[in-house]
């Protein structure tokens, strides 16, 4: 190997982003931390931060993700465990202008977990909520909540949400991973809710009932019932082994 000086190369540093969602209230929400520092201090931002000299991307992921959620994180097709949440790597932004500070990587993660708590504020950031990916996507000015001023969100942090919001979207077609919205015994409305939820439209109980049990592999009866969302009691299901849906669960054009 010929001789390397590391001197003869820019330094830049690696940090992870992640784009953490969940549905609440039936709508689909991000979470994102208010920024304690500079740069963007006071701005709204993805949670993430930089990957350690110790670290590969997928720990440091996982790190931050516990730090930010206190969700334990598991790869694709790995089953959650406990307060398991679903963990796949998005995409990486190299913009050399995307950070001020210096030339910053990021990879960003995507994470999915079901109706997650009130998150708590950690690292750097000053407060952490969740917020409507509506209107984290689509406000004028960027996002704020009642009583600040809107600003968009820190670095090229609106890119990335939109870059995993859309994953979402296009996943639940044609693989189970909208079950991973759902508790470990769901029902069918509660199922479709979920992609309701993440698609932004409404879906046709009955038509979806049909699709999604007559899916091979999609969803397995649990054995029991329940009166949880009124009305007569709805048969349970759990999430069945299979990882692609065919057919798949195609969006309406809107």
């Given at each position: 190997m010929s001789?390397?000086?590391?001197?003869?190369?820019?330094?830049?540093a690696v940090t992870v982003d992640l784009v953490v969602l969940t549905v609440r209230r039936h709508a689909l929400c991000a979470l994102v931390v208010r920024r304690g520092e500079q740069p963007y201090q006071g701005r709204?931002?993805?949670?993430?931060?930089?990957?350690?000299?110790e670290e590969d991307l997928g720990a440091a992921a996982a790190r931050e993700l516990a730090e930010e959620t206190g969700l334990c994180a598991h790869e694709p097709g790995t089953p959650s465990?406990?307060?398991g949440a679903h963990l796949e790597q998005l995409a990486t932004y190299g913009d050399p202008k995307r950070d001020p500070r210096m030339r910053v990587v990021s990879v960003a993660y995507l994470v999915l977990a079901p109706d997650?708590?009130?998150?708590?504020?950690?690292?750097?950031?000053h407060s952490a909520r969740w917020a409507p990916v509506e209107a984290l996507l689509t406000q004028e000015g960027g996002y704020a909540r009642e009583d600040e001023s809107p600003a968009p969100l820190a670095f090229d942090h609106a890119q990335i949400l939109a870059d995993g919001?859309?994953?979402a979207r296009s996943k639940i077609e044609y693989s189970s991973l909208a079950t991973a919205f759902c508790p470990p015994e769901f029902t069918v409305g509660e199922l479709r809710r979920v992609y309701e939820a993440v698609w932004g439209v409404a879906l046709d109980p009955r038509n979806f009932h049909r699709k999604v049990t007559g899916t091979p592999g999609f969803l397995v009866p649990s054995g029991g019932?329940?009166?949880r969302q009124g009305g007569r009691p709805a048969q349970l299901f759990r999430a069945?082994?299979?990882t692609l849906l065919?057919?798949?669960m195609l969006r309406p054009e809107v």
């Open positions: 001789p390397y000086d590391p001197s003869a190369f820019p330094p830049f709204w931002a993805l949670p993430g931060g930089f990957v350690r000299a465990i406990g307060n997650l708590p009130a998150p708590r504020a950690g690292g750097d950031a919001v859309e994953r019932t329940t009166t069945g082994g299979a065919n057919p798949p």
